[in-house]
């Protein structure tokens, strides 16, 4: 009997996990494999992408436009009638001025416009020749007593005729308050009043 138990083969009763190592070494070095290749070719896929330096910006940044307004803001409203500035470059919402601000100055806005946050290098001709424009506005900018009289003139003209338009827009007003819609008599007198005037005289 005890030679049978001796002899007892194909019967794997330990329950614990064998693990070929030659085949693991084997996945663990085609992964390296894999990465390896995604790395060299994300670093292969061209040339960087050249952008344009900083230039100034040729239209007026308009922060005061929605000052003081109110607006009724609803979830389910398109980007550009949300409450706050809407970027139409990058297509996104700002809460308030000075992050408006920072957005349109910073890396993502300016990447989305072509531009890198690098400024061109100034040759001296460039900056005497800047000089000169500014010497130029600077001289055009001077202005006599007269010119300032008559935009003083000019301004108290404009505010006289805004008074007289509220002036005749008051009256209109006035014009129709005053006009009551006629009532009938006999529905007057079954309610119990002659009109709607007080009784006083």
Not at 148 to 175: A, F, I, P
Not at 179 to 190: C, F, G, H, Q
């Amino acid at each position: 009997m005890s030679n049978t138990s001796n002899n007892v083969a194909g019967v794997d009763n330990t329950f614990r996990r064998k693990f070929d190592r030659e085949e693991y070494l084997e996945r663990a070095r085609e992964r390296e494999r894999q990465e390896e290749e995604g790395r060299s070719k994300s670093k292969a896929k061209g040339p960087p992408v050249q952008r344009k330096p900083l230039k100034h910006r040729d239209y007026e940044v308009d922060l005061e436009s929605r000052l003081g307004k109110t607006q009724v803001v609803t979830p389910v409203a398109p980007l550009s009638q949300q409450a706050g500035y809407y970027c139409s470059v990058c297509e996104c919402v700002v809460k308030d001025s000075a992050n408006y601000l920072d957005h349109i100055n910073g890396k993502k806005h300016q990447r989305a416009l072509g531009m890198s946050m690098r400024v061109e290098r100034a040759s001296l001709q460039q900056v005497q020749e800047r000089f000169e424009v500014l010497k130029k506005r600077k001289d055009l900018g001077t202005f006599t007593e007269q010119d300032l009289d008559e935009r003083v003139l000019k301004q108290q003209q404009e505010e006289e005729e805004r008074k007289r338009l509220r002036r005749e827009k008051k009256k209109e007003k006035k014009e129709k308050a005053v006009e009551e819609p006629e009532i009938d008599p006999d529905v007057a007198a079954m309610m119990g009043f002659g009109g709607f005037r007080s009784s006083k005289k």
